[in-house]
């Protein structure tokens, strides 16, 4: 990644955040049970002074509201002068879908606070900082989770930009495919017959580019199902609608493969999963 320049942070959020040094790390949202404490990433965001960062042999020069994100609270190879000034914060892996291991091997993602998805990260990521510190505890729980989704798109995109190139075409074709299979998720007949199909390929060489970017069709599939059922299972709107309605609504036949898968990919069967939702999200309520 070869970013353009530095870009400055909304003067508003810089004026928030710049009264004093800060480089304790806000927790964003707790580890779910079941996950493992340090399954973590970490975000580090200049609020003040000069900072670079190198990696694979280049410095490059960090600005108030551009992100460093890493698996460390002190990421390798940062060098900061002395009027430097950071937030850094915390989320776990489990509700960003993304591991660990991908971003430690990528040497750690940068972002530019004042373009794309970045800036919007960085913008409400700013927000939280400031009313973590207002309150001298965690955050509230919808910012919480509205920054964690954010987030979760920023690294997927910069994880993107970080993949090896594809042999000519089939980035773009891998990328129709995986546009197929999310738009027909619920579709319980979704097959690597129907998704080669769609874009008139067949179906070695539609396990060939999945082959390629690390994963099989199968296990794409499983996990965008999986992601999408933590969604909506924690959204308290949902906390009325049965495990199995959601799971199957969302592709999965069986009830008991479903709830076999998710326990694995996440540490907590379904109903665990729900109910932690529901006492975080009423935890977030203000008392009557």
Not at 246 to 265: D, I, L, P, Q
Request: one cysteine or more; proline letters at 7%; charged letters at 20%.
């Amino acid at each position: 990644m070869n970013p353009s320049g530095p870009s400055p942070m909304p003067e508003n959020t810089c004026s928030l955040l710049d009264q004093s040094s800060y480089d304790g790390v806000i927790d964003v949202l707790a580890p779910p049970p079941g996950s493992a404490p340090d399954d973590c990433l970490y975000l580090a965001l200049p609020v003040r002074g000069t900072a670079s960062v190198r990696r694979g042999g280049a410095s490059t020069v960090l600005a108030p509201g551009d992100l460093l994100i890493g698996t460390t609270p002190h990421p390798a190879g940062l060098l900061r002068d002395a009027e430097c000034r950071m937030i850094r914060f915390r989320v776990p892996c489990f509700f960003l879908g993304v591991r660990q291991a991908d971003v430690r091997r990528a040497g750690g993602l940068l972002a530019r606070g004042g373009e794309g998805v970045g800036a919007l990260a960085s913008q409400f990521l700013s927000t939280l900082a400031g009313q973590a510190r207002a309150h001298r505890a965690r955050p509230g729980n919808h910012l919480a989770r509205s920054v964690s989704d954010i987030v979760a798109i920023l690294v997927t995109e910069l994880l993107e930009r970080e993949a090896p190139e594809y042999p000519t075409g089939s980035a773009e074709i891998l990328a129709r495919l995986r546009a197929h299979i999310e738009e027909n998720l619920a579709d319980p007949d979704l097959s690597p017959e129907s998704i080669a199909r769609s874009q008139h390929i067949s179906v070695r060489y539609l396990h060939k580019l999945f082959q390629q970017d690390g994963t099989t069709v199968g296990q794409w599939v499983r996990q965008r199902r999986l992601d999408a059922c933590r969604r909506e299972l924690e959204r308290p709107t949902r906390r009325q609608v049965s495990v199995s309605a959601v799971a199957h609504r969302w592709g999965f036949v069986s009830h008991s493969h479903f709830s076999r898968a998710f326990r694995e990919t996440y540490g907590v069967s379904p109903r665990q999963w729900q109910a932690y939702a529901a006492a975080r999200a009423d935890g977030d309520r203000p008392a009557s």
